[in-house]
């Protein structure tokens, strides 16, 4: 019997991860997405077949169907499968099957798994093992964000979002901080620090758990771990108090203080965060047997994440990049990297909200994390979820920022425009958020008559 799997919403990033993985195995791929996007090509390219727009005649070859938590069972495609009898799981109920037999690294945590992620990733197969990784995004060392692999090992990025991060077992589970976001899901920040103790409580019998304790929130987890688990081993990260693993950074190198050697790396990426995720990721790849040295060597290769301080063009002496910062600590956090790298050049920063509730519940934290940003643009939110009646708007957002100054400037177009009209030599423009405001750099590089980078001639 031929098995055909069948994605609903192939598109997103954790789905088309796991098409690559079952097209490793083999299997038939299908499915199917609202809209066509650049993730689909790869799958097709493989031989997955992919349709746009949803109908419940889609599912009717499937052997199995996969869906998101989002997806609810009244779905057209869903319920067809329901009616036909056909098996459905989760992605994380797939994830955890195929993770189930292999020795695994799950990375969990508010910010930075991502990158974490494909560090560790980058590192376990520059060691010349056909490891397995599940990344959530795609990343340029990669071919593709997912892979089976050969190797016990298997590093996978643990989404805490609908719970996903609760369905696996490491042996290494990271931790790489912990902060209030997805309380619109969770609705409480206590609900969603016992969801994050309850993914650390996952690991194997006598795991181990890499945590950073510069999280207040992450430090205070592992504290009700060490109670409930006494079999489980700590080690802790840090670059501003004393820990297993002490990191120290300037410009784009660090020098990092382990248990067993001091390690001194470079990085491509600018920011003390990147040495933090470095920092983190060294620490379990030791912990998994890996060479730490090694993995610091490996690490200075490393080209980053897409949408992670991505370079989109440079032309008249303004640089354009694109960041996927959308929580008030990644907005700092990149702010602040980008002042290191550049520190003589004009900020301009266009925000892009992500969902209306994230802005209303962190709206503390986002009336100041622009401070050092010299000119501001909010762009009209990207709406992931449906209003509720509690949101803030992009226009409200604007005036309740305290520094510098925010303009509402509209559509992902116009605020390319905008920006585009008023922008000096010396500038660097980020475009910042996790929606689509990515599109508004290659608008803002035609206007000024450069090209986005690799569409030159």
Known sequence: MTINVHFVGIGGIHMSALAHILLDDGLVVSGCDRSDSPILQPLRDRGARIVIGHNEHHVTTATQVVRTTAVPETHPEVARAIELGIPLQTRAELLAE???????????????KTTTTAMIAHAMRASGRDAGYVIGGEAPDFCV????GTDPWLVLEADEYGRAFHHYTPQ??????CEPDHLDYYGSQQALEEAFL?????????????????????????????LSRPDITIVTCSSRTTADYQVTSGDDAYRLKTPHRAICGTLRQPGEYQSQNA??????????????????????????VNRRFQLHGETNDIIVLDDYAHHPTEVSAAIAAAKQRWPDRRIVVLFQ???????????????????????????????????????????????EITAPTATYAGSVERSGELAAANARPGDLII??????IDAAGPVILSRLGGSRLGDAS
């Open 353 to 399: 909200p992500h969902t209306y509730t994230r802005t209303s519940y962190l709206i503390d934290g986002f009336r100041t994390c622009f401070a050092d940003a010299d000119v501001l643009y909010t762009v009209d939110t990207y709406a992931a979820r449906a209003m509720t009646g509690q949101e803030m708007t992009s226009e409200q957002l604007a005036d």
């Open 145 to 148: 964000h997912a892979k089976r």
């Open 172 to 177: 290494v589970a990271v931790l790489t901080n």
């Open 98 to 112: 195929i993770a189930e037999p292999r020795e695994v690294i799950t990375v969990g945590g508010s910010h930075g």
């Open 431 to 436: 475009t910042m958020g996790a929606g689509d």
């Open 279 to 304: 920092a983190i990721a060294i620490a379990a790849l030791e912990a998994a047997g890996f060479d730490g040295p090694a993995a610091a060597d490996a690490l200075s290769s490393f080209n980053g």
């Open 198 to 226: 309850r993914y650390v409580g996952t690991l194997k019998p006598n795991g181990t758990l890499i945590v950073g304790i510069d999280s207040q929130l992450a430090s205070d987890i592992k504290a009700r771990l060490e």
